[in-house]
């Protein structure tokens, strides 16, 4: 059976990472039979990142490569419209979200101090004692460096919200009138923005962006379409 090695969960999401949740909605699109593996720790795994495909012989570390494996080794068993490659205008969505947007809500969640109040036991609360008390720390403090890094750590938690708030419109404008950003019927790329949204909008940190996202009727009602495709 496929499985997939994933984060402990949290926040009443599939997964608190938007990577490994991005995966198991395409699973669920997908009709393919899988267990999830939770509680895994990055360290080890081919890339050191989650989530990690384990099917049959294969071990397939980045969720767009798991994506591509599964739609290489199971089309046949998938609707067609999820075997397809994504269009230029689906993977220009998929570049902002993965590479964007998700920068935003990591320094929301790790940097500013309300989201950190909520994330620090959400992420570490069942650890052992000391490590309990040592590791948020310590991750934090590598999660601030990586966001200075990256670029985004470097602008005011305002102008932060800003940009990914700029990205919610863009969604918007993106899907339109249609039921889905792959057209009539889900593509891969409705995994990755599906997964993006909830771990923006379905999450209880108090922001301007999740304020601003649930303003929006296009975006709640194709999540609503997702969650019916999904069986969430």
């Not at 932060?160 to 057209?183: K, M």
Request: charge should be positive.
């Amino acid at each position: 059976m496929i499985e997939l090695l994933q984060f402990k969960p949290a926040f009443g999401l599939m997964n608190a990472s938007p990577f490994c949740m991005k995966v198991e909605v395409f699973l669920r699109l997908a009709g393919l039979e899988y267990r999830c593996v939770d509680g895994q720790m990055p360290m080890g795994t081919p890339k050191g990142k989650l989530p990690v495909l384990r099917d049959g012989d294969a071990l397939v570390a980045d969720s767009q490569a798991i994506v591509e494996h599964l739609q290489r080794r199971h089309g046949e068993r998938m609707p067609a419209a999820l075997r397809a490659p994504d269009s230029p205008q689906g993977l220009a969505l998929r570049r902002m979200l993965e590479e964007h947007t998700y920068f935003t809500a990591l320094w929301l969640r790790w940097v500013d101090d309300a989201g950190w109040r909520l994330t620090a036991p959400a992420f570490f609360g069942h650890l052992p004692w000391p490590l309990r008390h040592l590791a948020p720390a310590l991750v934090r403090h590598k999660m601030r460096r990586d966001l200075v890094g990256q670029g985004m750590g470097r602008h005011s938690r305002d102008e932060i919200c800003a940009r990914a708030i700029a990205d919610l419109h863009a969604l918007v404008g993106l899907l339109g009138d249609r039921p889905f950003f792959g057209g009539g019927e889900p593509r891969a790329v409705d995994a990755t923005a599906y997964a993006f949204l909830a771990n923006l909008l379905w999450t209880p940190f108090d922001h301007p962006v999740r304020a601003t996202g649930l303003r929006m009727p296009t975006l709640l009602a194709y999540a609503e379409r997702m969650d019916a495709r999904i069986g969430r």
